[in-house]
C-alpha cells in the first residue's frame, strides 16, 4: 500500500519550501508529501491520485494566492477528499478569514506565519490531525476498479471476463456506491458512458469492449513465432493440458481462447472429485495453477480471440482468426468445449445478463445476498452452483423437469443439497415466464404436468441445462455428428464423405478428426465423458497424436 499523502499548496515558492521540508523531515517515513504553487496543477493531481485510489490524509493551502484563496481551495478540495483534514495557512491580519472558515468549511486548524520552531507549533498539531485521520481512514482499494450498473449486460460481461482471466479488480455499483458517483463526476462521465474502468494509472476507459480492456491489460499479446507446432483452440481444461504437455515438450505452442480461460469448469465454485485435492478446489484455482504451469514452458497465450475458419495450404493448417489476422501451423488441437443451451422461456432473453446468467457467475453472488433464486438444471454445475450461492441467498430453488436429481447429478452432491436449508429442490417443474422491468423480478413457476402456475419473486435466475459444442465455425471437412460434436478416430470412418475427405493411407489416429493434423479433445468431441479428469486425460493425449503426425510430415 502506498503512504497516505499530506498535500500543500502556497503561491510564495519560499514558504512553499519550507513547510515542505519541515514536514518530510518529521512525516517522510509514514506519509508522502507533494506540494505545489499552482491551483490548475493541484486539481489536476488531486484528479489523478483519485482515479489511481490514492489517499489524502491532510491538505494544507495558504489563504492568500492570487488563482483562489485558500478557504476556497479547501472547499474545492472537499469534493476529491471529504475526509481529509483541513489546515489553513495565514498571517495575523488573515485571522477573522480563518475562524469564519471553521464554520463555514469545517477547517480543522489554522496556523500562523512562521511557525517556527516547527516542534512546538507545526508538528504537535499535524500529529494529533493525522492520529484523528488514521483512526477513520480505510484504506482505498488500489487497482483497476469497473463502475456501471448491477443489472447491466455490459457490466457483467466485463466482470466475467476479468475474473475469468484472473484479474484482480473492485466492482462498484453506480446506484449504490457514493464514490463511483463521485469518480464520474469528477471525471465528466456521462451516465451513458458506463460501464466504465479506472486504471491504477489515472486513466480511463469508457464503455470499453472486452478486445479494448484485454489489450489495455495486457492480455492480448502479438504473436511471436511466424509457424507453430501446434495451435490449441479453446483453454478449457483439456486445451490447457494439452498446452503444458505441448509446450513442455519442445513444441512451438499457441493457445488461443475467445473469452476466458478454465472454460465450464473454470465458473466452478468447487470441483471435489478431482484427483489429488481431497478438500477440492474452485474452478478458477484450478485454472490459475493450469495457466501459470503452461507459460512457465513456454505457451504463447492469445485472448480474447476468436477462430473463424481452418484451412490446408502448403502443407501447413492456417487458421483465420476474427479481424482477419492469420496463423499457420503444423498442427491444430480443438478443444473448445460446449456451451449452456438457451432456454428458450419467455423473458428469459430480455434479462440475460440483469439477473439471468448461464453458467455459475460466481462474480454475481454477492449480489444474491438475501434473495430468492432460482437454479434451473439437475447436473453437477447446477448443484455445486446452488451450494456456493446458498451462502448468500435467503432461498434457492433448483427446478428440474425430473422427480429428482438421483439421474443428473453426483451422489456427494444430492447429500449436500439434502443437509442445506436454505436450497429446495422442485422435480417436475419449469419456468414458464421471466417478469421484470430493466431486470427480473418475477418467475411464474409451475408443473410441467398441469396447466397451473403461480407467480413467485425472483432476484436471480442461473440456467444449466445442458451442453451445446463451440463448433459452428467448423467446416464441413471435419465430420461432426447431428448434435454437433466432433468425430474422431474410428468413429469419424463410419460417415460415407469420410473417405471424399481422407486421403492418407493409414487411419486417424484415436483423436484425430477427419481432417488430418487436426485433433479434438475434451468435452467437444463425441462421446467424451464429459468430466475433468477426463478432459485433462485427452488434451494430454492429443499432444502425443501431435508427435507422431508431425513425425510423418
Same mark, same amino acid.
Given at each position: 500500500?502506498?503512504?497516505?499523502?499530506?498535500?500543500?499548496?502556497?503561491?510564495?515558492?519560499?514558504?512553499?519550501?519550507?513547510?515542505?521540508?519541515?514536514?518530510?523531515?518529521?512525516?517522510?517515513?509514514?506519509?508522502?508529501?507533494?506540494?505545489?504553487?499552482?491551483?490548475?496543477?493541484?486539481?489536476?493531481?488531486?484528479?489523478?491520485?483519485?482515479?489511481?485510489?490514492?489517499?489524502?490524509?491532510?491538505?494544507?493551502?495558504?489563504? !492568500? %494566492?492570487?488563482?483562489?484563496?485558500?478557504?476556497?481551495?479547501?472547499?474545492?478540495?472537499?469534493?476529491?477528499?471529504?475526509?481529509?483534514?483541513?489546515?489553513?495557512?495565514?498571517?495575523?491580519?488573515?485571522?477573522?478569514?480563518?475562524?469564519?472558515?471553521?464554520?463555514?468549511?469545517?477547517?480543522?486548524?489554522?496556523?500562523?506565519?512562521?511557525?517556527?520552531?516547527?516542534?512546538?507549533?507545526?508538528?504537535?498539531?499535524?500529529?494529533?490531525?493525522?492520529?484523528?485521520?488514521?483512526?477513520?481512514?480505510?484504506?482505498?482499494?488500489? &487497482?483497476?476498479?469497473?463502475?456501471?450498473?448491477?443489472?447491466?449486460?455490459?457490466?457483467?460481461?466485463?466482470?466475467?471476463?476479468?475474473?475469468?482471466?484472473?484479474?484482480?479488480?473492485?466492482?462498484?455499483?453506480?446506484?449504490?456506491?457514493?464514490?463511483?458517483?463521485?469518480?464520474?463526476?469528477?471525471?465528466?462521465?456521462?451516465?451513458?458512458?458506463?460501464?466504465?474502468?479506472?486504471?491504477?494509472?489515472?486513466?480511463?476507459?469508457?464503455?470499453?469492449?472486452?478486445?479494448?480492456?484485454?489489450? !489495455?491489460?495486457?492480455?492480448?499479446?502479438?504473436?511471436?513465432?511466424?509457424?507453430?507446432?501446434?495451435?490449441?483452440?479453446?483453454?478449457?481444461?483439456? #486445451?490447457?493440458?494439452?498446452?503444458?504437455?505441448?509446450?513442455?515438450?519442445?513444441?512451438?505452442?499457441?493457445?488461443?481462447?475467445?473469452?476466458?480461460?478454465?472454460?465450464?469448469?473454470?465458473?466452478?465454485?468447487?470441483?471435489?472429485?478431482?484427483?489429488?485435492?481431497?478438500?477440492?478446489?474452485?474452478?478458477?484455482?484450478?485454472?490459475?495453477?493450469?495457466?501459470?504451469?503452461?507459460?512457465?514452458?513456454?505457451?504463447?497465450?492469445?485472448?480474447?480471440?476468436?477462430?473463424?475458419?481452418?484451412?490446408?495450404?502448403? #502443407?501447413?493448417?492456417?487458421?483465420?482468426?476474427?479481424? &482477419?489476422?492469420?496463423?499457420?501451423? !503444423?498442427?491444430?488441437?480443438?478443444?473448445?468445449?460446449?456451451?449452456?443451451?438457451?432456454?428458450?422461456?419467455?423473458?428469459?432473453?430480455?434479462?440475460?445478463?440483469?439477473?439471468?446468467?448461464?453458467?455459475?457467475? %460466481?462474480?454475481?453472488?454477492?449480489?444474491?445476498?438475501?434473495?430468492?433464486?432460482?437454479?434451473?438444471?439437475?447436473?453437477?454445475?447446477? #448443484?455445486?452452483?446452488?451450494?456456493?450461492?446458498?451462502?448468500?441467498?435467503?432461498?434457492?430453488?433448483?427446478?428440474?423437469?425430473?422427480?429428482?436429481?438421483?439421474?443428473?447429478?453426483?451422489?456427494?452432491?444430492?447429500?449436500?443439497?439434502? #443437509?442445506? +436449508?436454505?436450497?429446495?429442490?422442485?422435480?417436475?417443474?419449469?419456468?414458464?415466464?421471466?417478469?421484470?422491468?430493466?431486470?427480473?423480478?418475477?418467475? +411464474?413457476?409451475?408443473?410441467?404436468?398441469?396447466?397451473?402456475?403461480?407467480?413467485?419473486?425472483?432476484?436471480?435466475?442461473?440456467?444449466?441445462?445442458?451442453?451445446?459444442?463451440?463448433?459452428?465455425?467448423?467446416?464441413?471437412?471435419?465430420?461432426?455428428?447431428?448434435?454437433?460434436?466432433?468425430?474422431?478416430?474410428?468413429?469419424?470412418?463410419?460417415?460415407?464423405?469420410?473417405?471424399?475427405?481422407?486421403?492418407?493411407?493409414?487411419?486417424?489416429?484415436?483423436?484425430?478428426?477427419?481432417?488430418? &493434423?487436426?485433433?479434438?479433445?475434451?468435452?467437444?468431441?463425441?462421446?467424451? %465423458?464429459?468430466?475433468?479428469?477426463?478432459?485433462?486425460?485427452?488434451?494430454? %493425449?492429443?499432444?502425443?497424436?501431435?508427435?507422431?503426425?508431425?513425425?510423418?510430415?
Amino acid at each position: 500500500m502506498n503512504e497516505p499523502i499530506i498535500f500543500c499548496i502556497d503561491d510564495d515558492l519560499q514558504v512553499l519550501r519550507a513547510i515542505t521540508r519541515d514536514l518530510k523531515a518529521k512525516y517522510r517515513q509514514e506519509y508522502k508529501v507533494l506540494s505545489t504553487t499552482s491551483i490548475k496543477e493541484a486539481f489536476d493531481a488531486l484528479l489523478e491520485l483519485k482515479n489511481q485510489g490514492e489517499a489524502v490524509a491532510i491538505f494544507i493551502a495558504d489563504q !492568500r %494566492m492570487p488563482e483562489m484563496d485558500g478557504v476556497s481551495f479547501l472547499v474545492k478540495a472537499l469534493e476529491f477528499y471529504p475526509d481529509a483534514k483541513r489546515v489553513l495557512l495565514t498571517a495575523y491580519s488573515d485571522t477573522d478569514a480563518a475562524i469564519k472558515a471553521i464554520n463555514e468549511v469545517k477547517l480543522d486548524y489554522y496556523l500562523m506565519k512562521p511557525w517556527d520552531p516547527p516542534e512546538e507549533r507545526l508538528f504537535p498539531v499535524i500529529d494529533d490531525l493525522l492520529d484523528e485521520w488514521q483512526n477513520s481512514y480505510k484504506p482505498d482499494f488500489k &487497482g483497476m476498479k469497473l463502475i456501471g450498473y448491477q443489472f447491466s449486460p455490459k457490466s457483467h460481461n466485463l466482470k466475467e471476463y476479468l475474473a475469468g482471466n484472473l484479474v484482480p479488480y473492485h466492482w462498484m455499483d453506480i446506484e449504490k456506491n457514493r464514490e463511483a458517483q463521485q469518480l464520474l463526476e469528477l471525471n465528466n462521465i456521462q451516465l451513458k458512458d458506463l460501464p466504465v474502468v479506472l486504471f491504477e494509472d489515472g486513466s480511463v476507459l469508457q464503455t470499453p469492449s472486452i478486445q479494448e480492456l484485454a489489450a !489495455r491489460i495486457g492480455l492480448s499479446p502479438g504473436l511471436k513465432n511466424e509457424v507453430y507446432d501446434v495451435v490449441i483452440i479453446g483453454a478449457g481444461p483439456a #486445451g490447457l493440458a494439452a498446452s503444458v504437455y505441448g509446450a513442455s515438450e519442445g513444441l512451438k505452442t499457441l493457445l488461443i481462447e475467445r473469452h476466458s480461460p478454465g472454460g465450464q469448469a473454470g465458473t466452478s465454485s468447487k470441483i471435489e472429485n478431482y484427483l489429488g485435492f481431497p478438500a477440492g478446489l474452485s474452478g478458477s484455482e484450478l485454472t490459475r495453477r493450469a495457466l501459470t504451469q503452461s507459460t512457465r514452458f513456454g505457451t504463447e497465450f492469445l485472448s480474447p480471440q476468436d477462430v473463424r475458419s481452418i484451412h490446408e495450404k502448403d #502443407g501447413y493448417k492456417r487458421l483465420v482468426l476474427e479481424g &482477419g489476422i492469420e496463423i499457420n501451423t !503444423r498442427a491444430v488441437v480443438i478443444t473448445t468445449g460446449v456451451d449452456y443451451r438457451k432456454l428458450d422461456t419467455k423473458g428469459i432473453e430480455q434479462f440475460t445478463g440483469a439477473g439471468i446468467y448461464y453458467g455459475a457467475a %460466481m462474480t454475481e453472488a454477492a449480489s444474491c445476498k438475501d434473495k430468492e433464486v432460482y437454479i434451473v438444471g439437475g447436473g453437477n454445475s447446477a #448443484g455445486q452452483a446452488a451450494m456456493y450461492l446458498s451462502k448468500f441467498a435467503r432461498n434457492i430453488y433448483i427446478v428440474i423437469r425430473k422427480e429428482d436429481l438421483v439421474s443428473s447429478m453426483s451422489s456427494y452432491l444430492i447429500d449436500q443439497i439434502k #443437509g442445506t +436449508r436454505n436450497i429446495q429442490v422442485l422435480g417436475k417443474t419449469e419456468i414458464k415466464e421471466a417478469m421484470g422491468e430493466d431486470r427480473i423480478e418475477q418467475v +411464474r413457476i409451475g408443473r410441467i404436468d398441469r396447466d397451473e402456475s403461480e407467480t413467485k419473486v425472483a432476484d436471480a435466475i442461473y440456467i444449466f441445462i445442458g451442453s451445446k459444442p463451440y463448433t459452428d465455425w467448423i467446416g464441413e471437412e471435419i465430420i461432426r455428428n447431428d448434435k454437433g460434436f466432433i468425430e474422431t478416430g474410428r468413429d469419424a470412418q463410419n460417415y460415407e464423405r469420410f473417405k471424399k475427405i481422407w486421403k492418407l493411407q493409414r487411419d486417424p489416429y484415436l483423436l484425430e478428426t477427419s481432417a488430418h &493434423g487436426i485433433f479434438a479433445a475434451g468435452d467437444v468431441r463425441a462421446n467424451a %465423458m464429459n468430466r475433468v479428469a477426463s478432459a485433462v486425460g485427452e488434451g494430454s %493425449m492429443a499432444i502425443s497424436f501431435v508427435h507422431k503426425y508431425l513425425a510423418e510430415v
